[in-house]
């Protein structure tokens, strides 16, 4: 069964922090890009940060705009678990997070957990 499962979304104050999880099962996370989107009500999904390698060596990093210098992905393939590490959160960070695996080789593949909220409020 393959399966991605979000956690350590909860209410945190501005400015405050919270390290997401995604824990991924019935598939190896080092042969995809992962992801973190997120979906604030009464809007679209959008790409919060990714990850990937190639060569089983490098790893590179792309962030959103709004996530950059605030925001760290991270992965530890022991665990099989993707991080997201959210510092100096505000209340527009509000959404649900969501991880998404995909990859266009051996066969192209996608999938996506069921999301974990995030509320930033006073």
């Known amino acids: 069964q393959v399966q991605l499962v979000e956690s350590g979304g909860g209410l945190v104050q501005p400015g405050g922090s919270l390290r997401l999880s995604c824990v991924a099962s019935?598939?190896?996370?080092?042969?995809?890009?992962m992801s973190w989107y997120r979906q604030a009500p009464g809007k679209e999904r959008e790409l919060v940060a990714s990850?990937?390698?190639?060569?089983?060596?490098?790893?590179?990093?792309n962030y959103a705009d709004s996530s950059k210098g605030r925001f760290t992905i991270s992965r530890d393939n022991a665990k099989n678990t993707v991080y997201l590490q959210m510092n100096s959160l505000k209340p527009e960070d509000t959404a649900v997070y969501y991880c998404k695996a995909v990859r266009d080789v051996p066969w192209p593949a996608e999938y996506w957990g069921q999301g974990t909220q995030v509320t930033v409020s006073s």
């Open positions: 990850i990937s390698s190639v060569g089983g060596s490098t790893t590179y990093t």
């Open positions: 019935g598939f190896t996370i080092r042969s995809y890009v």
